[in-house]
């Protein structure tokens, strides 16, 4: 596979392990957080952790926007599906993930609820299509990296007068994110060397949006692709910069990735999207200008605004540490839950459904390597 | 065909449709049974028609499986419901290291399903049969009201008969064995979603379907110590371990650069954000001997069409977890866990 393979050459492979065992200096530690669940997902996968010395740690970040999703948006969900009586189309790991009472997208499929799979939203469209005389919403959820899809399909259907087609937007943005846990940082949050920054995201905003990492919070921050060499080359230039003493935003990915990002996306996005004044993360909370809705312009396409829904409240499950997890403060393993009753096959917090969970990872992929 | 006095007007195969009456017991369902399955899976028995087929067992041990198969869509490349029905049953019958003799078919099918296409199913089945010299000598039919359905479901039931001497069961893996794969891992999974409706990829990739029964029939004669057997379908090579080692109170130790993984099925799963190694196969199986056996049962497995991607891929470990532990390609460990659910798709 072309542009594929040459990124898990296993002899490339050990000549960085190779360097980042010279390069790091044993008398100091590395804890080194990946923000991305797409590079937790590599590290496991690959069994990356078996290369690196023992001084040098990857802490898992948030960046899966499966995982941070809080239970009232998918319970948000079920409700237009369930009283409303749409039909809701969304990508697929987001079925299992565990909303109030226990409830799911696929658990509420199967009780009869119209929702649909689908791989990209002109799926949601073609469906809204066949089917004139039924509201079709497109439940659309990620990170920077799938929100221009989402704005294509609000332009499509205005374009097409598509009168039964809406969008429940829920997506959110990285920097605000990494700003809070930065912020947190220190004797009562995580304890951060640097930073292995978003990639496909960057693709989209490009590197300069992260220049506050070095600016405000003193940590290094480079932009690592998802690859399994990619994240060891980060993982050997992060070692650099602070063996160095430089503390600056560096670009791994520069394959996709450029300072200013992609400005036609850029447009699309500020074109349909507005920010949100607040929205909630799961295990960060409630954060300022850190999500998206429709603008004003496109307010008949919001599904939120065709659709009165009322929430109540929602409650994680007792003794869940996914919100710890998400900080990097916890490790899957300090939660009493993990592998007991919460496994990929009965996931009770989020970090346990999608395969770039912390938890699901540990589980799936490193269980061998602690104590049971 | 004779004319059947029975049915003075011939079904009409080409734009006719399956309807409730085909399932109702009567004159429209014995012309059904007549003119598509009894006039391609004619043989001796079925041609007796009665509810069973009678006949008399050869001495030895029997196996008989069942299988049910609803795949989507009922038409990919390299095979379809038809054949798979066929091959899945007899592969399954063939893990006893048992010889296969004959299969029994069960049809559900929708209200509207075109006679069309049943015809083409059925004659695919008769061709995949023949093939593999295994006849269908008794079957079923029922309808279901439109919407009730997928279009068909087919059921197949097969029976086989164990050599003398050959004993192979998943609870027999020990520490040391070898394991070994019969060929590339996923061609079937990858084959069927490039023909989903909702993602019509092109790929250059047949579904692998086959009756593996021959190639056992090799590697039995070869090593008939073999201990355990087993055909990677869905869960693919993963889950197939996982119950293996489950069966037999082992962990296994598999080697990512020895897995066989054809470069369009690699290419396909990066697209979709799956892993090869838990996508469906119908036409491989996994085989696990004495390590001392493993070279001789290799080199039998690749002399055979059907084996000759064989790979020796790990082995068989102590570990009182029963795991299975994978060495990536870049010399670190992870764990190939089961499945949980079915395998979905990425966000990004």
């Given at each position: 596979?072309?542009?594929?393979?040459?990124?898990?050459?296993?002899?490339?492979?050990?000549?960085?392990?190779?360097?980042?065992?010279?390069?790091?200096?044993?008398?100091?530690?590395?804890?080194?957080?990946?923000?991305?669940?797409?590079?937790?997902?590599?590290?496991?996968?690959?069994?990356?952790?078996?290369?690196?010395?023992?001084?040098?740690?990857?802490?898992?970040?948030?960046?899966?926007?499966?995982?941070?999703?809080?239970?009232?948006?998918?319970?948000?969900?079920?409700?237009?599906?369930?009283?409303?009586?749409?039909?809701?189309?969304?990508?697929?790991?987001?079925?299992?993930?565990?909303?109030?009472?226990?409830?799911?997208?696929?658990?509420?499929?199967?009780?009869g609820?119209?929702?649909?799979?689908?791989?990209?939203?002109s799926?949601?469209?073609?469906?809204?299509?066949?089917?004139?005389?039924?509201?079709?919403?497109?439940?659309?959820?990620?990170?920077?990296?799938?929100?221009?899809?989402?704005?294509?399909?609000?332009?499509?259907?205005?374009?097409?007068?598509?009168?039964?087609?809406?969008?429940?937007?829920?997506?959110?943005?990285?920097?605000?994110?990494?700003?809070?846990?930065?912020?947190?940082?220190?004797?009562?949050g995580?304890?951060?060397?640097?930073?292995?920054?978003p990639?496909?995201?960057?693709?989209?905003?490009?590197?300069?949006?992260?220049?506050?990492?070095?600016?405000?919070?003193?940590?290094?921050?480079?932009?690592?692709?998802?690859?399994?060499?990619?994240?060891?080359?980060?993982?050997?230039?992060?070692?650099?910069?602070?063996?160095?003493?430089?503390?600056?935003?560096?670009?791994?990915?520069?394959?996709?990735?450029?300072?200013?990002?992609?400005?036609?996306?850029?447009?699309?996005?500020?074109?349909?999207?507005?920010?949100?004044?607040?929205?909630?993360?799961?295990?960060?909370?409630?954060?300022?200008?850190?999500?998206?809705?429709?603008?004003?312009?496109?307010?008949?396409?919001?599904?939120?605004?065709?659709?009165?829904?009322t929430?109540?409240?929602?409650?994680?499950?007792?003794?869940?540490?996914?919100?710890?997890?998400?900080?990097?403060?916890?490790?899957?393993t300090?939660?009493?839950?993990?592998?007991?009753?919460?496994?990929?096959?009965?996931p009770?917090?989020?970090?346990?459904?999608?395969?770039?969970?912390?938890?699901?990872?540990?589980?799936?992929?490193?269980?061998?390597?602690?104590?049971? | 065909?004779?004319?059947?006095?029975?049915?003075?007007?011939?079904?009409?195969?080409?734009?006719?449709?399956?309807?409730?009456?085909?399932?109702?017991?009567?004159?429209?369902?014995?012309?059904?049974?007549?003119?598509?399955?009894?006039?391609?899976?004619?043989?001796?028995?079925?041609?007796?028609?009665?509810?069973?087929a009678?006949?008399?067992?050869?001495?030895?041990?029997?196996?008989?499986?069942?299988?049910?198969?609803?795949?989507?869509?009922?038409?990919?490349?390299?095979?379809?419901?038809?054949?798979?029905?066929?091959?899945?049953?007899?592969?399954d019958v063939?893990?006893?290291?048992?010889?296969?003799?004959?299969?029994?078919a069960?049809?559900?099918?929708?209200?509207?399903?075109?006679?069309?296409?049943?015809?083409?199913?059925?004659?695919?089945?008769?061709?995949?049969?023949?093939?593999?010299?295994?006849?269908?000598v008794?079957?079923?039919?029922?309808?279901?009201?439109?919407?009730?359905?997928?279009?068909?479901?087919?059921?197949?039931?097969?029976?086989?008969?164990?050599?003398?001497?050959?004993?192979?069961?998943?609870?027999?893996?020990?520490?040391?064995?070898?394991?070994?794969?019969?060929?590339?891992l996923?061609?079937?999974?990858?084959?069927?979603?490039?023909?989903?409706?909702?993602?019509?990829?092109?790929?250059?990739?047949?579904?692998?379907?086959?009756?593996l029964?021959?190639?056992?029939?090799?590697?039995?004669?070869?090593?008939?110590?073999?201990?355990?057997?087993?055909?990677?379908?869905?869960?693919?090579?993963?889950?197939?371990?996982?119950?293996?080692?489950?069966?037999?109170?082992?962990?296994?130790?598999?080697?990512?650069?020895?897995?066989?993984v054809?470069?369009?099925?690699?290419?396909?799963c990066?697209?979709?954000?799956?892993?090869?190694?838990?996508?469906?196969?119908e036409?491989?199986l996994?085989?696990?001997?004495?390590?001392?056996?493993?070279?001789?049962?290799?080199?039998?497995?690749?002399?055979?069409?059907?084996?000759?991607?064989?790979?020796?891929?790990?082995?068989?470990?102590?570990?009182?977890?029963r795991?299975?532990q994978?060495?990536?390609?870049?010399?670190?460990?992870?764990?190939?866990?089961?499945?949980?659910?079915?395998?979905?798709?990425?966000?990004?």
């Amino acid at each position: 596979m072309k542009y594929i393979d040459e990124f898990r050459d296993r002899d490339l492979a050990r000549g960085l392990a190779a360097a980042i065992a010279a390069a790091a200096d044993p008398t100091r530690q590395y804890r080194l957080m990946e923000f991305c669940g797409g590079h937790t997902h590599a590290i496991f996968r690959y069994g990356l952790a078996d290369l690196m010395p023992a001084n040098v740690r990857f802490i898992h970040g948030p960046g899966c926007p499966v995982c941070v999703l809080p239970m009232a948006r998918i319970d948000h969900a079920i409700t237009l599906a369930t009283q409303h009586g749409v039909t809701l189309c969304t990508y697929a790991d987001l079925m299992r993930v565990p909303a109030g009472e226990r409830r799911s997208l696929l658990k509420a499929k199967a009780a009869g609820a119209d929702i649909r799979m689908i791989y990209s939203t002109s799926d949601a469209l073609r469906i809204a299509r066949e089917d004139p005389g039924r509201q079709v919403v497109f439940f659309a959820i990620g990170f920077e990296t799938t929100t221009p899809p989402t704005a294509v399909a609000a332009k499509v259907a205005r374009a097409e007068g598509l009168e039964n087609f809406s969008i429940f937007c829920n997506h959110v943005l990285t920097p605000p994110a990494l700003r809070t846990i930065l912020a947190t940082a220190g004797p009562d949050g995580v304890r951060l060397d640097g930073i292995l920054g978003p990639s496909h995201v960057s693709t989209v905003i490009g590197s300069q949006p992260y220049g506050f990492v070095p600016q405000l919070f003193g940590k290094p921050v480079v932009i690592a692709g998802f690859e399994p060499l990619d994240v060891m080359q980060s993982t050997l230039m992060l070692i650099r910069q602070l063996n160095e003493g430089r503390c600056e935003v560096e670009n791994q990915y520069t394959r996709t990735v450029t300072a200013e990002g992609n400005r036609k996306a850029q447009a699309l996005m500020a074109e349909v999207f507005r920010p949100r004044e607040t929205f909630e993360w799961r295990g960060l909370g409630f954060l300022p200008d850190s999500a998206l809705r429709l603008a004003d312009d496109y307010a008949d396409l919001d599904a939120e605004r065709r659709f009165a829904v009322t929430i109540g409240e929602v409650r994680e499950v007792k003794g869940c540490e996914c919100p710890a997890i998400l900080r990097g403060v916890k490790e899957p393993t300090d939660c009493k839950l993990f592998g007991t009753v919460c496994t990929p096959d009965n996931p009770m917090g989020s970090c346990m459904v999608s395969s770039e969970g912390a938890c699901a990872a540990y589980w799936s992929y490193g269980r061998f390597r602690y104590d049971h | 065909m004779t004319t059947d006095r029975r049915f003075p007007v011939r079904l009409d195969l080409r734009h006719g449709t399956v309807d409730m009456s085909h399932g109702a017991g009567g004159r429209a369902m014995a012309q059904l049974i007549a003119e598509v399955f009894q006039a391609h899976l004619d043989n001796d028995l079925l041609r007796q028609g009665n509810d069973q087929a009678l006949f008399t067992p050869p001495p030895g041990r029997l196996v008989m499986s069942t299988d049910g198969h609803v795949v989507s869509p009922l038409f990919f490349p390299g095979g379809d419901i038809g054949c798979l029905s066929v091959h899945g049953t007899i592969n399954d019958v063939a893990m006893a290291g048992a010889r296969p003799l004959y299969l029994a078919a069960g049809f559900i099918l929708e209200e509207g399903f075109a006679l069309q296409d049943l015809v083409r199913i059925v004659v695919s089945m008769a061709a995949a049969a023949n093939a593999a010299g295994v006849p269908v000598v008794t079957g079923d039919t029922k309808v279901v009201e439109r919407g009730k359905g997928d279009g068909v479901f087919i059921t197949t039931t097969g029976v086989g008969v164990v050599p003398a001497g050959v004993t192979i069961s998943g609870d027999l893996a020990r520490p040391g064995d070898a394991i070994l794969v019969s060929g590339s891992l996923g061609d079937h999974g990858v084959a069927v979603l490039s023909r989903r409706e909702n993602l019509g990829f092109e790929v250059k990739i047949a579904s692998d379907t086959a009756a593996l029964h021959g190639l056992v029939a090799a590697m039995v004669a070869a090593v008939p110590d073999l201990h355990c057997l087993r055909d990677p379908t869905r869960g693919g090579l993963a889950t197939t371990l996982n119950e293996l080692a489950h069966q037999s109170g082992v962990g296994m130790r598999i080697r990512e650069s020895a897995i066989p993984v054809h470069p369009a099925v690699a290419a396909a799963c990066e697209l979709l954000g799956l892993d090869p190694l838990y996508v469906a196969n119908e036409g491989k199986l996994i085989a696990i001997c004495p390590a001392a056996r493993a070279a001789e049962l290799l080199a039998v497995m690749r002399a055979h069409p059907l084996g000759a991607a064989a790979s020796l891929i790990g082995e068989v470990v102590a570990d009182p977890h029963r795991f299975v532990q994978m060495e990536t390609a870049f010399g670190g460990s992870r764990i190939v866990d089961w499945l949980a659910g079915e395998q979905l798709p990425r966000i990004c």
